[in-house]
């Protein structure tokens, strides 16, 4: 038997579509939970809707990060083969701590980019970082074994060590000025937000390819 094939108990493609329509049914819930944080002011006038400057930039700079999670959920998912308990149970996790953004990232905008909004953003980030490395690292193991997909999850575990070390870094760097660890997770969604471009060929580590 192929170590891609599902085993006695295994739920093949038909148990991933499951996965991916309940994952993409959280996170709509999820832009629509942030989205209703954007409470309009009372009062009329363009000085008063500037206030809500930090609540937006908040909220622009988390959708930004789900959306980023959601394609490369897809990506990934692309390459899975079997569904598995491993498989189950970090997709679950990548879930929850995804639902947490929408708390985190309404107390970031409400305190105004302050230290200590900074430093529970910057912990909210790492927890998704986290799960999604051990549903790559699942999937890596039990889905596609071809050299496209051994170069895709290469390249993109490199991408995600490199992005859990930039929110490790926030953190100190927060203390210096929150506006240094919302830099850090800035430059997280850059690096994620272009997939296959030449910056990520730094990440396959052979000059020329372009992952698929």
Known sequence: MSD???????EGR???GRIEAFSDGVVAIIVTIMVLELHP????????????????LAYVLSYAYVAIYWVNHHRLFTHATRV?????WS??????????????TSYLG????????TLLYLATMLLPSGAYMWLQATIRRTGKQGPAAQTYYRQY?????VAGLLYLLGIPLSFLSPWLGIACAALVA???????????????????HRAP
């Not at 575990?157 to 060590?161: H, I, V």
């Not at 850059?190 to 020329?208: N, S, T, V």
């Open 14 to 16: 038909p148990g991933i």
């Open 84 to 88: 598995t308990n491993g498989l189950i």
């Open 41 to 56: 002011p009372i009062s009329e006038g363009m000085d008063k809707l500037w206030t809500l400057w930090p609540v937006f």
């Open 4 to 10: 891609t094939a599902p085993s006695e108990g295994e």
């Open 91 to 104: 997709n679950m996790l990548l879930l929850f701590a995804l639902s947490l953004v929408p708390f985190s």
């Open 110 to 117: 409400e305190h105004h980019f302050n230290l200590s909004s």
């Open 157 to 161: 575990a490199r991408k995600g060590l």
């Open 190 to 208: 850059l690096l994620w937000f272009l997939p296959d471009g030449p910056f990520d060929r730094l990440f396959d580590g052979r000059a020329g």
